[in-house]
Structures are given as structure tokens and as C-alpha cells.
């Protein structure tokens, strides 16, 4: 891969991070002040592309969406898979 091409792939990961991260956290504040809420979907969706590990980091640091199980688990299960892709594709 050239080094442009990794700095794109960086870029973005760390973007939709970003947003996995702030998505959780105005999820919460619309939860405590009873506005509309950001969809479960949506959340997982930000997840697949590439956001699980900024949707878990704010899953814990706002508490939120930790009493659901498919959050618990899944948000977790979609990091493992993607790490195993990315050590796919890196070494094989």
C-alpha cells in the first residue's frame, strides 16, 4: 500500500471514531433530557464502519447503553471481527 493511501485509511478510522464516540455520547444527553434520540441502528451502523472503538469508549465513559445486552455484546463482537479482517489483510 503507499503511505497516502494509509494516511486516508488512518484519517478515516479515526473520524468515524470520532463520531462513534460523540454519536453515544449526544445519545445520552437526549436520553436524560427526554429529546429525540439518535436510533439504535444508527448507532450500530457508525459501529460497522468502522467506529467500534470510539461507540464501546463512549458506551463506558457516558454509561450509556450499557444495560443492553446487544450493545454489551455486540458493539465488542463487531471490534473483534474488524481486527480480524484488518490482521487478515495485513498479513495474509
Do not use: C
Not at 434520540?37 to 460497522?48: G, K, N
Not at 461507540?55 to 463482537?77: C, D, E, N
Request: aromatic share 14%; no cysteine; charged share 10%.
Amino acid at each position: 500500500m503507499t503511505d497516502i493511501l494509509i494516511l486516508v485509511i488512518i484519517g478515516y478510522l479515526a473520524i468515524i471514531n470520532m463520531v462513534g464516540f460523540a454519536s453515544m455520547g449526544i445519545d445520552k444527553k437526549r436520553a436524560i433530557r427526554g429529546a429525540y434520540r439518535i436510533s439504535e441502528a444508527s448507532l450500530f451502523m457508525v459501529a460497522l464502519l468502522g467506529g467500534s472503538m470510539g461507540s464501546i469508549l463512549g458506551m463506558q465513559l457516558f454509561r450509556h447503553k450499557t444495560k443492553h445486552w446487544y450493545f454489551v455484546w455486540g458493539m465488542p463482537a463487531i471490534l473483534v471481527i474488524q481486527l480480524g479482517i484488518a490482521i487478515y489483510l495485513l498479513f495474509f
